[in-house]
């Protein structure tokens, strides 16, 4: 190619060049939804299963939550999967061609630019073809993209520039309507290269740059694009001041792409992305280009020539994400939609294990709590059960009514300090016994000589009472606090499992990823 060529021309014959090879991807698009499968599978085998729990106690209820949270995630991923037919359908559309979207806020001058290059190719001699989507199919239309200071697109319109290039142009980025901006979202998939324009009244907005990390962590090329680069400046006519419109300095336009790229890596950083992954900003002005004639000169003043030479420089890059674009559309899916769930349910089973741990801690405390607030009930209903009894000397009855007690005290207990957890009903319950020996003595006292009964003497009777409740009191305590237990440390157990399934299925993911993406490093 002559010495002399300009970037737009060199860029024009770039695209004509073009092409097209095909990846066998058929191997990782299978993996990827085997990851998704197996994934599934274990969500529902390693559901949080809080039966030993009563179903009002918080832990049952943090455990529902993160099982229902990721029952209605699973019954979304088709949903959102199929959301993204419609971009999925466009891209099979343009198979044979490489697509830039056209991305930023709106009123950052997309549609301006859109239309200045489809200019420029209709003026190196190539087909220039519009087109709209209407209800997922592509209309042709004659029409140029409108241009103005307000939000002029309300869908998803497109240029075909020659035979292997199509830009297309999204309502704004942060639009004024949410379904403009829904719509702008929608079809980052469809391309396979992204112009992020920022307007030079406002560049490198901080939402501008979050949607601008989105796209790099997806791994296609992006280039930051300063638009309406120009200024009024005043002369003096006929003795009157006139403003009017000129390009940019050199030095204000560098000024100005070295604070868009120093606060886009900032940002990129903080989303710990790599910086590599940003190409330097371009500052242009369509008006300008088109007010000074369009010649060499004006495109290269109005900073044509340096977008062009950028634009070259992800060509490659941009051809290379196609090859691996349906396995990328699957990706994105599985990241942003799947994987960001299993992310939202970190956070709970965290509080859910700390949780867990409190309560198990408590336990030992609790114990020592039950035991003296069962003993204090019991102890003191002793006395009138003996003197109840002393005529009948029925140490039996006595044992039964300790033993009614023990189990109604315990059973209060068990309320007061274990609510959260579920008892069986067929515990053992307390059972008072006497040894043989042991029952209603006699009071003797000699009077003349001779043995008198006196009187009732419960000295050992009562300490033997005393000795089986305080058995049984500590088989049942330990008994229940063992229960609750089990069931804390089962329910803790079983969280870390599900978040050790939700952490081995994050890596096996990146591993894919980086699997996928190696081609591209």
């Excluded at 066998?24 to 994934?39: K, N, P, T």
């Excluded at 319109?157 to 979202?185: C, F, I, M, W, Y």
């Excluded at 009732?456 to 089986?468: G, N, S």
């Amino acid at each position: 190619m002559k010495a002399d060529t300009s970037h737009e021309q060199r860029f024009i014959a770039e695209i004509d060049a073009f092409t097209f090879l095909d990846r066998d991807l058929r191997e990782i698009l299978g993996r990827l939804d085997d990851w998704l499968a197996h994934l599934k599978v274990d969500l529902d085998v390693h559901r949080l299963v809080y039966a030993a729990f009563n179903e009002s106690s918080a832990p049952a209820r943090q455990a529902e939550a993160i099982n229902s949270d990721l029952r209605l995630a699973v019954s979304m991923w088709s949903y959102q999967w199929a959301c993204l037919e419609a971009a999925r359908t466009l891209a099979d559309a343009f198979d044979d061609k490489a697509v830039l979207l056209v991305f930023g806020k709106f009123n950052a001058g997309k549609s301006s630019l859109c239309n200045f290059l489809a200019e420029r190719f209709a003026a190196q001699g190539k087909a220039v073809r519009s087109f709209h989507l209407d209800s997922g199919s592509i209309v042709e239309t004659s029409e140029r993209f409108g241009e103005g200071v307000t939000e002029t697109t309300a869908r998803l319109q497109g240029v075909v520039l020659g035979d292997k290039l199509v830009l297309l142009d999204t309502p704004g980025l942060h639009s004024v309507t949410p379904e403009n901006a829904l719509l702008a979202r929608r079809f980052t998939d469809s391309a396979d290269g992204v112009l992020w324009l920022t307007s030079s009244a406002s560049p490198g907005q901080v939402q501008e740059l979050e949607e601008l990390t989105r796209e790099l962590n997806r791994a296609k090329p992006l280039l930051p694009v300063i638009t309406r680069s120009d200024l009024y400046e005043e002369d003096e006519i006929d003795g009157e001041l006139v403003k009017h419109l000129s390009n940019k300095t050199a030095q204000n336009r560098a000024q100005q792409e070295r604070d868009v790229t120093a606060r886009a890596e900032e940002k990129v950083r903080t989303m710990g992305l790599s910086v590599a992954q940003l190409k330097a900003p371009v500052s242009i002005s369509v008006h300008m280009a088109r007010e000074q004639g369009m010649t060499q000169a004006a495109m290269e003043q109005a900073g044509f020539e340096r977008l062009y030479a950028a634009l070259l420089t992800i060509a490659e890059p941009a051809l290379a994400y196609k090859r691996r674009k349906p396995a990328e559309t699957l990706l994105h899916h599985l990241e942003e939609n799947v994987l960001s769930t299993l992310r939202n349910q970190k956070l709970p089973l965290v509080e859910l294990k700390a949780s867990l741990q409190s309560s198990l801690d408590r336990l030992e405390r609790q114990q020592e709590q039950m035991i003296s607030a069962v003993w204090r009930t019991v102890l003191q209903t002793l006395p009138d059960l003996l003197e109840e009894h002393a005529v009948t000397r029925d140490g039996e009855a006595i044992c039964d009514s300790l033993s009614r007690s023990v189990n109604s005290a315990l059973f209060s207990a068990k309320q007061a300090y274990l609510s959260d957890c579920e008892f069986v009903q067929d515990e053992v319950p307390a059972q008072i016994d006497l040894k043989q020996d042991v029952g209603f003595d006699n009071l003797v006292i000699e009077v003349g000589g001779a043995p008198k009964v006196m009187g009732v003497d419960y000295f050992r009777l009562y300490a033997e009472l005393e000795k089986q409740i305080r058995i049984q009191l500590f088989r049942l305590v330990e008994a229940a606090i063992d229960t609750c237990r089990a069931s804390i440390t089962g329910l803790i157990e079983a969280a870390a499992r599900m978040d050790a399934i939700l952490r081995t299925h994050e890596k096996k993911l990146a591993d894919l990823k980086a699997e996928l993406r190696l081609e591209a490093t």
